[in-house]
């Protein structure tokens, strides 16, 4: 019997694992270096964190895990190093005028 909910593929999931992973690793290294960490709640939001330095200069950080092609022009990629591929991220026109910056987190 089919639900109105929209069922998450096993994909997503992994995708999801991926980023939550990610995040955590990155606030992790983040307090560890002294930063205030906080994270946001709404998933709409642009930003992932606000990190205070202790001069309180504040920062607002979008986390995102790197990714690889996997094919490239139809060619498997996969007897080629790691980090050969790396997919591109650029901030939104939002995160831009905004002042959010991206941090790259790599998730083995």
Do not use: W
Request: glycine residues 6%; aromatic residues 6%; hydrophobic residues 30%.
């Amino acid at each position: 019997m089919k639900s109105d909910k929209q069922i998450i593929s096993d994909r997503q999931k992994k995708t999801s694992i991926k980023g939550t992973v990610g995040e955590y690793e990155a606030i992790a290294k983040l307090t560890n270096e002294g930063y205030c960490v906080v994270k946001s709640v709404d998933p709409a939001c642009p930003f992932d964190i606000v990190i205070v330095d202790k001069n309180g200069k504040i920062q607002l950080i979008d986390i995102k895990t790197i990714t690889y092609y996997k094919n490239l022009k139809g060619k498997s990629l996969k007897d080629k190093p790691k980090g050969s591929y790396k997919i591109h991220r650029s901030p939104t026109k939002e995160q831009k005028k905004l002042g959010i910056k991206l941090m790259m987190v790599d998730y083995d």
